[in-house]
């Protein structure tokens, strides 16, 4: 039932994301004031403050924005697809098989932008591979599913490894900030967003089902759900914007994980509010955890992945103690 | 067989007999490997998926605990099939939960959180839930599980209030030979090796009967209105 708290809760959200936008873009080693992000959006002229803004801080918070929104949105559906608390996007081994896919390109040398393209090949043949094992005989189980997943990214885990172990030192660096998370490359395009607005209409019209399928496969098919169907579409979509994550910043980590609990503990266990819920909450902590691996050590920049979990797990344990004291 | 509108009947059989498989075959949930099922003369397959919310509900063995939950989000889940609006639940939906939370005796509990019930408040959730469906047939899996005795016969009364209020029907799937005893007017009973025995419950109950299916010796008790079961 969408009540009154529900609506503060996704304004409170909406305020923070903002501030979490505004804190982001006025960060950082040269000084911009907020009259000259103003006035960059009402006259953009050429100008020092106006090219960082444009090339530099605004892209990046939007691709954490991003990169949060839709790690947070395919946790809410891994969870539900697996009715297990502890389910992360990463767990079927999404990141794993773009992982490998990132590092082969770093090992070969490839640019960049080709990159891009080698993380999501990887994240897909691994989304193939898992969702073929554990649906081939017609019996698609959850723990079937799951323990397919599991063992498929230990076997990604260890390619890992090796690549880690045997190549040389100079190119390790950028393969360990790319399995850490690392918006400092990052950009985002139209596409994106239209991926985050396609994931919350989409999410909000299936989210009566996804409460039903939330207490139970057997409750959700008498009460008329068609289950097939919704775990397969819930797979591909939490696989694909996963994908899409990862292919941006690489594996930023705890996110998927910790937004959807974090809002269920502050009320919103309905699907209706918890998917545009952990978008704007997912979004907001990529860009605050960005923005603090970008300045606290500067001119050094660090891995974002590392500073999601430094705020997380403390904000975490806050809630969860005291939700568990009601 | 035929389930007739407004007749309750019993599934009785020892763990393990099929009873469970049975009452899924009937809601359509597995199909059954021989014989066919109908609902008013059309066969089960040819029904939708919704359509068949709208007519069959079951309580499940299930636990229906999992993701946090409270009750009353629970209960509403039973007016899923009616598809209301997209995002607001529509206030008549509210109000029949209220007056279902208020008729099992879940009104005190109905913000709390489904992990934090005990067994049989989490089996008067499932029975709620399955009110709130409102279907013209209830399948009802061990009903009596975890339920103190007072509750057993308060929802015998709503159960056979409801299905003589809109001419329902019933089908009650137990072990418990008490609970038939006192509930149903027709029963059938699961005997060894696939065979079954039905009729007036009445009938059925006979110590001779009773100790063939459960193969242990039975005995009945009877004061001349009611009788009770009991091992030796």
């Given at each position: 039932m969408l009540q009154q708290h529900h609506y503060l809760l996704l304004s409170s959200l909406l305020a923070l994301t903002g501030v979490a936008i505004l804190f982001s873009i006025l960060s950082g080693s040269a000084e911009i004031s907020i009259d000259q992000v103003m006035s960059h959006f009402t006259s953009p002229e050429t100008g020092l403050a106006n090219q960082i803004l444009s090339e530099i801080r605004i892209p990046r918070t939007l691709a954490g924005f991003t990169v949060g929104s839709l790690l947070a949105m395919s946790g809410v559906a891994m969870q539900v697809l697996l009715r297990n608390p502890l389910a992360d996007p990463y767990i079927l081994g999404v990141s794993g098989g773009a992982a490998v896919g990132a590092?082969?390109?770093?090992?070969?040398?490839?640019?960049?932008?080709?990159?891009?393209?080698?993380?999501?090949?990887?994240?897909?043949?691994?989304?193939?591979?898992?969702?073929?094992?554990?649906?081939?005989?017609?019996?698609?189980?959850?723990?079937?599913?799951?323990?397919?997943?599991?063992?498929?990214?230990?076997?990604?885990?260890?390619?890992?490894?090796?690549?880690?172990?045997?190549?040389?030192?100079?190119?390790?660096?950028?393969?360990?900030?790319?399995?850490?998370?690392?918006?400092?490359?990052?950009?985002?395009?139209?596409?994106?967003?239209?991926?985050?607005?396609?994931?919350?209409?989409?999410?909000?019209?299936?989210?009566?089902?996804?409460?039903?399928?939330?207490?139970?496969?057997?409750?959700?098919?008498?009460?008329?759900?068609?289950?097939?169907?919704?775990?397969?579409?819930?797979?591909f979509s939490a696989s694909l914007f996963t994908a899409v994550a990862v292919t941006i910043s690489g594996t930023v980590g705890f996110v998927g994980l910790v937004t959807p609990h974090i809002l269920r503990m502050l009320g919103a266990r309905d699907h209706r509010v918890l998917i545009p819920a952990s978008a704007l909450l997912g979004g907001s902590i990529v860009i605050i955890a960005d923005t603090l691996a970008r300045t606290i050590l500067a001119p050094q920049q660090l891995p974002v992945g590392v500073f999601t979990a430094i705020i997380g797990v403390p904000c975490f344990l806050l809630i969860l103690n005291s939700s568990g004291r009601k | 067989m035929t389930i007739k509108q407004g007749e309750c009947w019993g599934l009785l059989g020892r763990n393990g007999a099929g009873k469970t498989s049975l009452l899924k075959c009937l809601a359509g949930i597995i199909k059954p490997r021989e014989g066919s099922i109908s609902l008013d003369s059309v066969p089960?397959?040819?029904?939708?998926?919704?359509?068949l919310a709208l007519r069959i509900g079951m309580l499940f063995q299930e636990n229906l605990s999992g993701l946090p939950a409270t009750v009353f989000e629970t209960v509403l889940l039973g007016r899923y099939p009616y598809r209301g609006s997209l995002l607001k639940d529509s206030l008549e939906d509210i109000q029949i939960v209220e007056d279902i939370l208020e008729e099992i005796e879940l009104s005190t509990l109905k913000d709390r959180e489904l992990g934090t019930l005990s067994g049989g408040e989490l089996q008067k959730v499932g029975i709620a839930l399955l009110l709130a469906q409102d279907p013209d047939v209830f399948l009802l899996d061990?009903?009596?599980?975890?339920?103190?005795?007072?509750?057993?016969?308060?929802?015998?009364?709503?159960?056979?209030?409801?299905?003589?209020?809109?001419?329902?029907?019933?089908?009650?799937?137990?072990?418990?030979?008490?609970?038939?005893?006192?509930?149903?007017?027709?029963?059938?009973?699961?005997?060894?090796?696939?065979?079954?025995?039905?009729?007036?419950?009445?009938?059925?109950?006979?110590?001779?009967?009773?100790?063939?299916?459960?193969?242990s010796k039975i005995s009945k008790f009877s004061n001349g209105h009611s009788a009770i079961f009991f091992p030796h």
């Open positions: 590092l082969s390109g770093i090992l070969l040398g490839v640019s960049s932008f080709l990159l891009v393209n080698f993380a999501f090949a990887g994240a897909l043949v691994s989304t193939l591979i898992v969702f073929g094992i554990s649906s081939r005989f017609g019996n698609w189980s959850v723990i079937r599913l799951l323990l397919t997943g599991v063992v498929v990214s230990a076997g990604w885990g260890a390619l890992i490894n090796l690549f880690l172990t045997t190549s040389q030192s100079s190119s390790v660096q950028s393969m360990l900030f790319w399995l850490m998370g690392d918006l400092s490359q990052s950009r985002v395009a139209l596409g994106h967003f239209f991926l985050i607005a396609v994931g919350l209409v989409g999410g909000i019209k299936i989210a009566r089902s996804l409460n039903v399928l939330s207490r139970g496969d057997l409750i959700a098919v008498s009460l008329g759900v068609n289950i097939k169907l919704l775990r397969i579409f819930l797979y | 089960m397959g040819n029904y939708d998926r919704n359509h061990e009903p009596s599980n975890h339920l103190d005795i007072a509750f057993k016969a308060r929802l015998k009364t709503i159960l056979k209030g409801r299905v003589a209020g809109k001419s329902a029907s019933l089908f009650l799937a137990t072990h418990d030979i008490n609970y038939v005893n006192e509930f149903c007017d027709k029963l059938v009973l699961l005997l060894e090796n696939g065979d079954f025995i039905l009729g007036n419950t009445q009938d059925i109950l006979t110590e001779e009967n009773l100790s063939t299916a459960f193969n």
